[in-house]
């Protein structure tokens, strides 16, 4: 798409501005039944069957997959530990006052999430998704990851993760990555 604005002046002179381009995409949605997600910078190598997530703001992805956070994270990614385990060596610094969601269908999902962090360790790692506690002030020591599964009821057709149950906390959990599966 193509614009620009025409204007006549004072005194009958008529000016242009440029033009301005624009490419808008249309982007089928798709919702998945089954996703794993790996947090990682985009330089990063993508574990096989893994998605990355960037730290980017809520928004369509290649994949088709709506994803992301409530306020861009990117800054917030780190890359340490075993490079030969690239979903241990890669997490985002997850904070209390961010959410991290996927659009989904309604129903019952069994999600997993993966904790900690391969060289500092980690410290009061605390996750919940749709409000059921998945982990809370979970102390981790060096070389030590922890994942962990429940089952979530989805009822506003997004998985919503936070690191706190009232969102005030300031805490940096070490999010790796996680995998969501719908068992309905």
Known sequence: MSARTIWQQDGGQVVQSDIVRERFYHVTKKLPREVSI???????????????????????????YFYGWTRDMRTRLASRGDA????????????????????????QYEVMVCVGETVYGQERATIYVEGIEFCKDLVLPRKETREITRLVAVKDGRVTLTSHEDNRVQKATRLNHLRIRRVE
């Open 84 to 107: 030969h385990d690239p979903l241990r060596n890669t997490f985002i610094h997850f904070m209390a006052d961010t959410a991290w969601e996927i659009e989904v269908e309604n129903g």
């Open 38 to 64: 790996n947090f990682q910078h985009k330089s990063a190598p993508l574990p096989d069957g893994y998605l990355p997530a960037g730290g980017e703001t809520f928004r369509s992805q290649p994949s088709g």
